[in-house]
């Protein structure tokens, strides 16, 4: 008890550890849900046997995919080169990356927060069954969520601490912008969100008292912006893509975010830039999610969200936000949901219900508690992906995945709440 005490990062980090490796244990012994929960890890292992015969071959490896997914590709191939074509090896190492995640969130809440009140988020964050179950199957989330986490807290560290030295301030926003990067090249729109809403802090920081750290900040990830587009196109470059069409070749450009979609090569092009292109963006990318589901694993799809739904205006955008955001972030829900007597389901209205709650106390904590910029940090990121989900989230399978990141942002506010109330005068 004392180690934990004088460790509590490190033991916040065993605690994930040991929860998502028992699950990548459990699914491996016995899958818990069906087949296309994780169609997303058996589309990356068969890329990445593909790869490795090819190396084997003495062939360069063909990888086409976005730049998100020939990442995953890539570290699945050095994987099973190293440790054969075995899956598990890549579960473990998510597993891990997972639980430096959760270290990362609670440690970046503590540049903004009190010590047990970013203790207690990261605990929560620790034992949320779905961030558990992802952190420990698919190489997505985890390596997003400890980029992001990692940048959030170099950023905070960097330009919100008074105290530090020009060198140290210049040194965490070089590891900031690295990490921000990291996350843009799995996810693009990460890096607009996060280094939005961090930019945003940063001017209201030089704005309250003018302060270089955060000027010096504020630059290096303005830099980080500026690269990105052509880094990224550098690095899809590095391995040669085998019989690629032209819609797949413009697809391959990583913009910052994509604004277009191309549908299944049919020289048909959507721009989610009106109210109509969203609305003819939304139904074009589900028709296509449909379409995959049943060729390919002959499903229907019955979690995607609103497909009928069309826009003449942005009144009509604006009207549709709070119900698009709702059902992103918390649905299914017990009463409202049809759950179908799915395993699957019930478990995500239980837990939703949960997450409505503590989402709730976080609101209500961040509108009563000090109103720092570092404290605004994780409100602003948290407000940019809640709309954009609402609007560009098409089904609650990978929206309830993507939110792991971003509705952990309340949990401090949260968890601040919680403590206040269960010790009254005492600090959180």
């Known amino acids: 008890m004392s180690w934990i005490r004088r460790h509590p990062l490190a033991a916040l980090a065993a605690l994930a550890l040991i929860l998502r490796v028992s699950a990548a244990v459990a699914t491996e012994v016995h899958p818990i849900f069906p087949a296309y929960y994780y169609t997303d890890a058996a589309m990356t292992h068969s890329?990445?046997?593909?790869?490795?015969?090819?190396?084997?071959?003495?062939?360069?490896?063909?990888?086409?995919?976005?730049?998100?997914?020939?990442?995953?590709?890539?570290?699945?191939?050095?994987?099973?080169?190293?440790?054969?074509?075995?899956?598990?090896?890549?579960?473990?190492?998510?597993?891990?990356?997972?639980?430096?995640?959760?270290?990362?969130?609670?440690?970046?809440?503590?540049?903004?927060?009190?010590?047990?009140?970013?203790?207690?988020?990261?605990?929560?964050?620790?034992?949320?069954?779905?961030?558990?179950?992802?952190?420990?199957?698919?190489?997505?989330?985890?390596?997003v969520a400890l980029l992001a986490y990692a940048a959030l807290g170099a950023a905070l560290a960097a330009g919100f601490d008074a105290d530090a030295s020009r060198r140290r301030a210049a040194a965490l926003g070089l590891a900031a912008a690295t990490a921000?990067?990291?996350?843009?090249?799995?996810?693009?729109?990460?890096?607009?969100?996060?280094?939005?809403?961090?930019?945003?802090g940063l001017v209201l920081t030089v704005v309250r008292r003018p302060r270089t750290n955060a000027l010096i900040t504020a630059a290096l990830l303005l830099a980080g912006f500026a690269i990105y587009p052509s880094v990224s196109r550098a690095l899809l470059g590095v391995f040669r893509s085998s019989e690629m069409s032209e819609a797949d070749r413009g697809r391959t450009q990583s913009p910052l975010i994509p604004v277009t979609y191309d549908n299944a090569?049919?020289?048909?092009?959507?721009?989610?830039?009106?109210?109509?292109?969203?609305?003819?963006?939304?139904?074009?990318?589900?028709?296509?999610?449909?379409?995959?589901?049943?060729?390919?694993?002959?499903?229907?799809?019955?979690?995607?969200?609103?497909p009928d739904t069309e826009f003449k205006t942005w009144l009509d955008v604006l009207l549709y936000l709070p119900k698009g955001a709702f059902t992103a972030l918390f649905m299914p829900l017990?009463?409202?949901?049809?759950?179908?007597?799915?395993?699957?389901?019930?478990?995500?209205?239980?837990?939703?219900?949960?997450?409505?709650?503590?989402?709730?106390?976080g609101i209500f904590g961040a509108a009563r508690g000090p109103k720092m910029p570092a404290r605004l940090v994780p409100l602003a990121f948290f407000a940019g992906m809640t709309v954009a989900a609402a609007l560009f989230e098409f089904d609650l399978g990978s929206a309830g995945r993507h939110k792991l990141l971003y509705l952990s942002m309340l949990f401090p506010f949260a968890a601040e709440e919680a403590l206040r109330r269960l010790r009254p005068g005492a600090p959180a």
């Open 180 to 200: 921000m990067l990291g996350a843009g090249f799995f996810r693009s729109y990460v890096l607009v969100f996060l280094g939005g809403a961090l930019l945003a």
């Open 334 to 361: 017990p009463v409202l949901s049809a759950l179908d007597g799915k395993i699957g389901r019930f478990a995500s209205a239980g837990e939703n219900l949960v997450l409505l709650l503590v989402a709730g106390l």
């Open 47 to 143: 890329y990445a046997l593909q790869a490795l015969e090819d190396v084997r071959a003495g062939r360069v490896p063909l990888i086409n995919g976005t730049l998100g997914e020939r990442a995953q590709t890539v570290i699945s191939l050095v994987f099973y080169r190293a440790f054969g074509p075995n899956p598990f090896t890549i579960k473990l190492f998510n597993a891990l990356l997972g639980a430096l995640a959760v270290a990362a969130f609670a440690s970046a809440l503590s540049r903004a927060f009190p010590a047990p009140a970013a203790l207690a988020a990261g605990v929560l964050m620790a034992v949320w069954p779905s961030h558990i179950f992802y952190t420990s199957q698919n190489l997505k989330e985890a390596p």
């Open 265 to 306: 090569g049919s020289n048909m092009t959507y721009r989610p830039t009106s109210p109509e292109g969203i609305s003819r963006f939304r139904a074009a990318r589900q028709w296509a999610d449909r379409n995959w589901a049943e060729v390919h694993a002959g499903r229907a799809i019955g979690t995607q969200i609103y």
